[in-house]
């Protein structure tokens, strides 16, 4: 999708099961609206599943990537259980790391 320049996807275990929470890095010029959500999910829904549909969608301004350039779901998922991350010398931007760390909507 044209509004989104990045995205990553991480199950979260919550209340005896798991959902999916899909954070977005908009494109330049663009935010993560309400508008932009239900488009995220009807695509979501139509092109994957429903199954696919994210149960929280947040806008964050970086995703994590190893220096060889590979995201790292590993490490955002850690953060969202409470579990120490720690390979931050192996990404090329660990500083992203802190805003997943600071994202108090992982928790309602």
């Known amino acids: 999708m044209e509004e989104i320049a990045d995205s990553l996807a991480i199950g979260q275990n919550w209340a005896g099961d798991q959902r999916i929470i899909l954070f977005i890095k908009p494109s330049e010029g663009y935010t993560l609206t309400e508008d932009l959500k239900e488009k995220i999910r009807k695509t979501l829904r139509e092109k994957a599943s429903p199954r696919h549909v994210p149960a929280k969608i947040i806008e964050i301004p970086d995703i ?41 909507k992982l928790h309602s």
């Open 64 to 104: 994590p990537y190893t220096l060889n350039m590979k995201k790292v779901e590993t490490a955002v998922a850690n953060i969202i259980h409470g579990r120490p991350v720690l390979n931050r010398d192996a990404l090329i931007n660990p500083e992203s790391l802190d805003y997943y760390e600071n994202i108090s």
